[in-house]
């Protein structure tokens, strides 16, 4: 019974502080993550234990990779692209749209770019809302310039 309990106190430590599963929902991160993946995301007090605390190396740690944001009570998952000072372009047939990012801010893109409730509409997020860090890497659409 003690080995069980304390095993059931460790998951818990670890879902809280550590690593979270997520369960995709809608089609804004297509063809990469679809409807009913799960992705398990890294927290940030353990990411930012990873990268020593240091600002520089959690803005590089989470550059480029799924974060998962909350968003008035719903979470919401996206890809970081862009960080601090990072200015991105985008390019359409009636406009060029730029972006800065400012201090303690990122910006979130879906990978479904054409189908995306994204910071494009929604503004830049600021970093405390990063509920956590996905796993894995998948190469952008995008271009930082």
């Not at 879902?15 to 409807?35: A, C, Q, R, T, Y």
């Not at 992705?39 to 990779?65: C, D, N, R, Y």
């Not at 960080?83 to 990122?106: H, K, M, N, Q």
Request: charged share 25%; glycine share 8%; with cysteine.
């Amino acid at each position: 019974m003690r080995i069980l309990a304390e095993s059931i106190l460790a998951v818990l430590a670890l879902k809280h502080f550590v690593l979270s599963p997520f369960i995709m929902s809608g089609e804004s991160m297509n063809d990469s993550l679809k409807e009913n993946d799960v992705i398990f995301a890294l927290k940030m007090p353990a990411a930012k234990v990873v990268t020593l605390f240091s600002e520089k190396k959690l803005e590089s740690f989470i550059s480029g990779k799924v974060v998962v944001i909350e968003n008035g009570g719903n979470y919401l998952a996206k890809r970081c692209a862009g960080v601090f000072g990072d200015t991105l372009v985008f390019l359409s047939e009636e406009r060029a749209d730029t972006f800065i990012v400012p201090s303690d801010s990122i910006f979130v893109i879906g990978d479904n770019f054409r189908n995306s409730n994204d910071s494009r509409s929604f503004g830049f997020v600021s970093k405390n809302k990063i509920s956590g860090v996905g796993f894995g890497k998948i190469n952008p659409f995008y271009k930082k310039i």
